[in-house]
């Protein structure tokens, strides 16, 4: 991948694609080298950690979306739910689904 490309792709102009990918670099996230074809082209390249970077962003919009469907009054029941399954594990308690609840 070529700065250009990435300016096509992102569609803004090559002094903000190679502004991105300095700062991708600075970060560990990218690494640029010299074309091989001696045109004195630069080819970008994803490091491992910029590879992690991406699926773990991956990740996180595959959360955000379907909690976008939620109403707030759902997001704060979830919220409610997580915090009681966090403590009863950092308590040590079992969690057993057979169990019925009144809210249920």
Same mark, same amino acid.
């Given at each position: 991948?070529?700065?250009?490309?990435?300016?096509? $792709?992102?569609?803004? /102009? #090559? +002094? @903000?694609?190679?502004?991105?990918?300095?700062?991708?670099?600075?970060?560990?996230?990218?690494?640029?080298? $010299?074309?091989?074809? /001696? #045109? +004195? @082209?630069?080819?970008?390249?994803?490091?491992?950690?910029?590879?992690?970077?991406?699926?773990?962003?991956?990740?996180q919009e595959n959360i955000r979306h379907p909690m976008s469907l939620?109403?707030?009054?759902?997001?704060?029941?979830?919220?409610?739910?997580?915090?009681?399954?966090?403590?009863?594990?950092?308590?040590?308690?079992?969690?057993?689904?057979?169990?019925?609840?009144?809210?249920?």
């Amino acid at each position: 991948t070529t700065p250009a490309d990435i300016s096509r $792709s992102i569609d803004r /102009g #090559s +002094g @903000t694609a190679s502004k991105l990918v300095q700062r991708l670099e600075a970060k560990g996230l990218v690494t640029k080298s $010299s074309g091989l074809d /001696g #045109s +004195g @082209t630069v080819a970008v390249a994803m490091t491992d950690k910029g590879r992690e970077a991406y699926d773990h962003s991956l990740r996180q919009e595959n959360i955000r979306h379907p909690m976008s469907l939620l109403s707030a009054q759902d997001v704060r029941q979830l919220e409610l739910l997580l915090m009681k399954l966090l403590i009863a594990s950092r308590l040590g308690h079992r969690v057993n689904p057979e169990v019925s609840h009144p809210s249920s």
